[in-house]
């Protein structure tokens, strides 16, 4: 019974209902790649948060604060924003989620896994509500923008990784 109890406890610090963006906010973006690599690759590749400086140009500045979990604080830098984000959805190989706040701006970003016959399909999707840096338009193409930059560092970082 003990053995049972710990693995649900172990489990709660890595579950959570899903977190979804708030797709009723200001700018909202949604996007899908596929890279050529083993899910278990791409993973590790976008969960190390220390080491994405390491192949996103636009990210000089990451850290975690303890292990990958549940209420994990990491701290980070983009487009000139620091940024606090607290992991709130966690399902290892699956999906992973946090939000954070910056100067006003609400963020949810959610990344989401899984295997295809070609490799491994990603999808990101983020919100932001609040106080926005500018125009809604502007603000969308910059977020849009970032994320396909994004997207295509990983897919360039996962799949020299996995060969």
Do not use: C, Y
Not at 48 to 55: F, Y
Not at 62 to 79: D, K, Q
Not at 118 to 146: H, M, Y
Not at 150 to 159: D, M, Q, S, V
């Amino acid at each position: 019974m003990r053995e049972f109890q710990d693995t649900e406890v172990a489990l709660s610090r890595i579950r959570q209902k899903p977190m979804n963006i708030n797709s009723n906010a200001p700018v909202v973006a949604t996007l899908e790649i596929t890279i050529d690599a083993d899910i278990q690759a791409v993973w590790e590749v976008l969960t190390q948060i220390d080491r994405w400086p390491e192949w996103n140009t636009e990210i000089p500045r990451a850290h975690i604060a303890g292990p990958l979990a549940m209420n994990t604080v990491f701290h980070w830098e983009t487009a000139g924003l620091a940024i606090a984000s607290t992991i709130g959805e966690l399902i290892p190989g699956q999906r992973i989620g946090w939000s954070g706040d910056s100067g006003g701006i609400l963020g949810i970003h959610v990344w989401t896994l899984w295997r295809t016959p070609d490799g491994t399909r990603v999808r990101t999707e983020e919100s932001w509500e609040g106080k926005l840096p500018g125009p809604i338009e502007a603000v969308q193409a910059a977020l849009d923008a970032s994320l396909v930059r994004w997207l295509a560092a990983l897919k360039i970082r996962a799949e020299a990784v996995a060969t």
